[in-house]
T-cell receptor, first 114, second 113 residues
Framework: DQQVKQNSPSLSVQEGRISILNCDYT??????FLWYKKYPAEGPTFLIS?????DKNEDGRFTVFLNKSAKHLSLHIVPSQPGDSAVYFC?????????????FGKGTHLIIQP | DVKVTQSSRYLVKRTGEKVFLECVQD?????MFWYRQDPGLGLRLIYF???????EKGDIPEGYSVSREKKERFSLILESASTNQTSMYLC????????????FGPGTRLLVL
């Protein structure tokens, strides 16, 4: 049973436009959410995170929005650049559960077109 | 900067061989993790450790074991490699139980023939 879902396997966006990646979760105990970016043959790189006490966190071109009632979060990238082309993983954690790893979605392949 | 290193980037082994994957982190992190990544399946947790000599099973521990003799080093062992263990293996670490952000190594792509 997938607790973290990324329903779009791929997304194509024109350079300069906004990229919006979506993620849904089912476990109401999750209280910390992260986005990772992964290039082929490399490990995931941490991008941005958000605690459940917030509904928005911004870092440069990246903003993560959290809607707890809908159990939904999204990553906005503005403006999109060619180097943003990668697979993006959404991840969630139940911090009260101790260090038991993150639960990852299956990823969304973002393609930025020139 | 957190640095997580893995002993090999690419590895080719034969069915039945014992395989060791090594991971080292240099930031004195308490927690270390092993994941595998497969197309269409995302990252799945194999084992994790929150202290030296401690280990906990993740979601898919079958066919694997781990060792954490020193705080900075976490080893993944495939006792008898099988073709369905061909995958990308990713090691990660995090500071402690209050810090959930995990930092990943570059990965080891393992091919079992």
């Amino acid at each position: 049973d997938q607790q973290v879902k990324q329903n779009s396997p791929s997304l194509s966006v024109q350079e300069g436009r906004i990229s919006i990646l979506n993620c849904d979760y089912t476990n109401s105990m999750f209280d910390y959410f992260l986005w990772y970016k992964k290039y082929p043959a490399e490990g995931p790189t941490f991008l941005i995170s958000i605690s459940s006490i917030k509904d928005k966190n911004e870092d440069g071109r990246f903003t993560v929005f959290l809607n707890k009632s809908a159990k939904h979060l999204s990553l906005h990238i503005v403006p999109s650049q060619p180097g943003d082309s990668a697979v993006y993983f959404c991840a969630a954690n139940d911090s009260g559960g101790g260090a038991d790893g993150l639960t990852f979605g299956k990823g969304t392949h973002l393609i930025i077109q020139p | 900067d957190v640095k997580v290193t893995q002993s090999s980037r690419y590895l080719v082994k034969r069915t039945g061989e014992k395989v060791f994957l090594e991971c080292v982190q240099d930031m004195d992190h308490e927690n270390m993790f092993w994941y595998r990544q497969d197309p269409g399946l995302g990252l799945r947790l194999i084992y994790f450790s929150y202290d030296v000599k401690m280990k906990e099973k993740g979601d898919i521990p079958e066919g694997y074991s781990v060792s954490r003799e020193k705080k900075e080093r976490f080893s993944l062992i495939l006792e008898s490699a099988s073709t369905n263990q061909t995958s990308m293996y990713l090691c990660a670490s995090s500071l402690d139980r209050a810090q959930e952000t995990q930092y990943f190594g570059p990965g080891t792509r393992l091919l079992v023939l």
